[in-house]
């Protein structure tokens, strides 16, 4: 079966220092990749995605993520988190397998960010 | 720009008792219409989701069902609610992909239902 792991659960780190979360999928073919996040109190929203091209892409707040297709992974990452990444984050993954419309979602990891 | 709204943003009800939440999304058309639920620790498990008006797909079987009886309507319901029924339900718009596929989600602030 199709599935997306994330592999830290829960990420406690200081400002200014670099972040990166796992994301691996298990799907051979070809994938649309997204990263969601959820600050406290706030909607579930798009950090960023990948369709094709540039397999690196920056979504906002100075967020990154590279699409390795032979590893299966689209981590993410930031050179220097502030005390505002404080957030749970959502690797998905879209197969592009005939009519499938559903996302694939990782468990979520939690990141507190200590001033 | 488009909106989505989503209500009650909280609930308590008994068990047994009946269930609407609803979501209605403004300035789209013909968008696709998600219900999600969100668990502590378990990620987010889709529910139903809607490519138009009347069609729905369910996920897993359950004790809740789904309708859509307007373009940009979606409601969520269950006839008697159990005690597991109890989360965080979240609904999401994408507008129809071109190709296989889903878009980009974006989803409502959720409505948290308590079941006693």
């Known amino acids: 079966a199709q599935s997306v792991s994330q592999h830290n659960h829960h990420v406690i780190l200081s400002e200014a220092a670099s972040l990166e979360l796992g994301c691996n999928y298990s799907?051979?073919?070809?994938?649309?990749l997204f990263w969601y996040v959820q600050y406290p109190g706030q909607h579930l929203q798009l950090l960023l995605k990948?369709?094709?091209?540039d397999p690196l892409v920056k979504g906002i707040k100075g967020f990154e993520a590279e699409f390795i297709k032979s590893k299966f992974s689209f981590n993410l990452r930031k050179p220097s988190v502030q005390w505002s990444d404080t957030a749970e984050y959502f690797c998905a993954v879209n197969p592009q397998a005939g009519n499938n419309r559903k996302l694939i979602w990782g468990l979520g990891t939690s990141l507190a960010v200590n001033p | 720009s488009q909106t989505i709204h989503q209500w009650p943003a909280t609930l308590v009800q008994p068990v047994g008792s009946p269930l609407s939440l609803e979501c209605t999304v403004e300035g789209t058309s013909n968008p696709n219409l998600y219900w999600y639920r969100q668990a502590a620790g378990r990620g987010l498990q889709l529910l139903f989701y809607s490519v138009g008006i009347g069609q729905i797909s369910s996920e897993v079987p359950q004790n809740l069902s789904a309708s859509r009886p307007q373009d940009r309507q979606f409601i969520l319901s269950s006839k008697k609610l159990l005690l597991s029924d109890s989360g965080f339900y979240l609904c999401?718009?994408?507008?129809?992909?071109?190709?296989?596929?889903?878009?980009?989600?974006?989803f409502g602030a959720g409505s948290r239902l308590t079941v006693l």
């Open positions: 990948y369709f094709s091209g």
């Open positions: 999401a718009w994408s507008v129809q992909a071109t190709r296989s596929g889903a878009n980009v989600l974006t």
């Open positions: 799907y051979g073919g070809t994938v649309n």
